[in-house]
């Protein structure tokens, strides 16, 4: 069975909305309160930067992310497992200064720091490589219905050019080509790369891949 999704952006009321929603989420409130101790926040500054809403034939669900000032973000995903009881939560707190990337999750109740990446910068050198207006959430690879033909704009979206290539030889929703996806994105940074890890994430939950 083929993923099939579509998305939509939030409009100005619906993120309104949801950012007085997440200013209720524990994880949130927890992250929040931990950058803001290390002096890295206002409440004025919390703003939601972009937010969709995504519907598949296998999970439905928000993905957010709120900006914090320059070089701060929480990224928050919910989804629900459609005809299942499953569902997946995610809060990141993100920092990015100098090429690095930290990300802060709760873990037994407590903000730790659970990822510290290089923020990936590579973008292939061809003439002009753009991505496709209609291509969610990334370049001309990463999402439904983006299979190029477009040269990869970047390292992350080679990762989803060959899963594609993958699902070809092998047939969609292997789980091989989906484990081998996650392991070329694992140590990636970025909005993007995050969303592509829990699209696939959700799959497994769901019991997608065989």
Avoid at 11 to 36: P, Q, T, Y
Avoid at 69 to 80: H, L, V
Avoid at 120 to 128: A, G, L, N, R, S
Avoid at 159 to 185: E, K, R
Wanted: contains cysteine.
């Amino acid at each position: 069975m083929e993923v099939k999704s579509e998305q939509r952006e939030l409009g100005v009321l619906e993120k309104e909305f949801l950012l007085s929603k997440l200013n209720d989420n524990e994880k949130f409130i927890k992250i929040k309160k931990f950058l803001a101790e290390q002096g890295l926040l206002t409440e004025a500054e919390l703003k939601i930067s972009r937010a969709y809403q995504v519907m598949a034939n296998i999970y439905s669900g928000v993905t957010v992310e709120v900006s914090l000032g320059e070089g701060y973000q929480i990224w928050y995903s919910k989804f629900d497992v459609l005809n299942t009881n499953e569902g997946y939560e995610q809060v990141i707190g993100v920092h990015v200064q100098n090429n690095l990337e930290k990300q802060y999750e709760v873990k037994d109740g407590v903000v730790k720091l659970s990822k510290e990446l290089s923020v990936d910068e590579e973008v292939v050198e061809q003439d002009e490589v753009s991505a496709q207006d209609n291509c969610w959430p990334h370049g001309n690879w990463c999402g439904p219905g983006c299979s190029g033909p477009g040269a990869p704009v970047d390292a992350l979206d080679k990762c989803c050019m060959y899963h594609d290539n993958c699902y070809a030889i092998n047939g969609y929703s292997s789980c091989q080509c989906d484990y081998d996806l996650l392991d070329c994105t694992r140590g990636m940074s970025g909005w993007a790369a995050n969303i592509v890890r829990t699209t696939f994430i959700l799959a497994q939950i769901a019991g997608y891949c065989v």
